[in-house]
């Protein structure tokens, strides 16, 4: 590996994607030909960070869940944590307060998570986070979903996880990312880029914002190694 090119632990939503929420076919190249780990960070569940790499053709190491699921194919590791069992039971009690999670009967959003519950932003915010709290969880706005979340996990502890089974250090990674998930992945990355269509906690957050946004925004971001 080359060792110039810092690690890349890169975000999902609104980081590789178009505004339609559609891969930016320009960052597949990129990821695919870094030359020094990938790790792919998202707060969506495990199958479709796994999917990604696997289509990429680049080895497998994800942060899913915001933190809660951890896996490192190079070490076989899967780590995971957080209680959903808590975040189960805040998704009946909203239920018994005649809402839905907003995903249909089969909800694909749901049907594989192993640590969280992710409720549709067009639901209402308030009694979740109410019944969340009660619990001891948190709720995150992503800009895509409501996540209820154990706050033990984040992307940050995520990363920290990933360099323990590596040998890295959070310091040498470059972060790319959009949203508040992102921020604790910020603190410790060595350098932080916000994309342009980040949330105001991201730009904050980052040591340096893009001018272009989404996946315009990301290959911005990694400019400078490519070189
Ligand atoms: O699942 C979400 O809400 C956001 O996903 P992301 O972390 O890949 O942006
Ligand atoms: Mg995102």
Same mark, same amino acid.
């Given at each position: ?14 980081? %590789? ?6 891969? =930016?076919?320009?960052?597949? &190249?990129? #990821? ?11 707060? /969506?569940?495990?199958?479709? &960070? ?10 497998? $190491? ?29 998704? *009946? ?7 839905? @999670? ?12 192993? $640590? ?5 932003? =067009? ?7 109410? #019944?969340?709290?009660?619990?001891? @969880?948190?709720? @995150? ?8 979340? =154990? &706050?033990?996990?984040? /992307? ?9 089974? @590596?040998? %890295? ?13 992102? !921020? ?9 880029? !916000? ?23 990301? %290959? *911005?971001?990694? !400019?400078?190694?490519?070189?």
């Amino acid at each position: 590996m080359d060792t110039d090119t810092p690690p890349l632990i890169v975000d999902i939503d609104g980081t %590789l994607t178009d505004e339609n929420r559609a891969i =930016d076919p320009h960052v597949m &190249p990129v #990821l695919r030909e870094w030359p020094a780990r990938v790790v792919i960070a998202t707060g /969506k569940a495990m199958p479709f &960070p796994i999917a990604l790499c696997e289509f990429l053709g680049i080895e497998r $190491t994800v942060v899913a869940e915001n933190g809660g699921v951890v896996f490192v194919e190079a070490s076989d590791e899967l780590r995971l944590e957080g209680d959903h069992e808590a975040a189960l039971a805040v998704g *009946e009690a909203y239920r018994d307060l005649g809402h839905d @999670l907003g995903f249909g009967q089969v909800d694909l959003a749901n049907r594989w998570r192993e $640590t969280e519950l992710v409720v549709s932003r =067009d639901r209402p915010l308030e009694p979740l986070e109410e #019944l969340a709290a009660a619990r001891g @969880l948190v709720v @995150l706005d992503t800009g895509f979903a409501y996540h209820v979340t =154990d &706050p033990v996990v984040d /992307k940050g502890t995520g990363l920290e996880a990933v360099c323990a089974e @590596l040998g %890295l250090e959070p310091a040498e990674f470059l972060a790319v990312g959009d949203s508040v998930n992102d !921020a604790q992945m910020f603190d410790l990355a060595g350098e932080a880029v !916000a994309v342009a269509n980040a949330d105001e906690t991201a730009l904050e957050r980052a040591d340096r914002v893009t001018s272009g946004s989404y996946g315009d925004g990301f %290959l *911005e971001a990694v !400019a400078p190694y490519r070189e």
